[in-house]
Nanobody, 122 residues
């Protein structure tokens, strides 16, 4: 099985920055893609950004494009999310998802971490 652990959340003032990290592990894990999602109280979970392992291509939600940057470290199956120009509406629990290669790719983002809280004050 796969274990996913996020870190780096905290309280930050509007206009500030935060850097989140996520590491996936498993005895036979081969990552196809990793992504960040977020969920605010009373709202549905929404896609934030993703990165593909084979070529490193990235996709961003329109709401964060130009402010957030996703990157990967293939050794250790680690992904980072740099959050710049934070706004109060970015306040949410941020979750890391993992999509496996091979047959597991059909599962989508099947494995998730516990989430890390980002709170942006006015």
């Amino acid at each position: 099985q796969v274990q996913v652990v996020e870190s780096g959340g905290g309280l930050v003032q509007a206009g500030g920055s935060q850097r989140l990290s996520c590491t996936a592990s498993g005895r036979t894990l081969q990552v196809y893609a990793m992504a960040w999602f977020r969920q605010a109280p009373g709202k549905e979970r929404e896609f934030v950004a993703s990165i593909r392992w084979p070529g490193g291509s990235t996709v961003y939600a329109d709401s964060v494009k130009g402010r957030f940057t996703i990157s990967r470290s293939r050794a250790g199956n680690t992904v980072h999310l740099q959050l710049n120009g934070l706004r109060p509406e970015d306040t949410a629990t941020y979750y890391c998802g993992v999509q496996r290669s091979g047959w597991g790719s059909s599962e989508g983002y099947k494995f998730w971490g516990q989430g890390t809280q980002v709170t942006v004050s006015s």
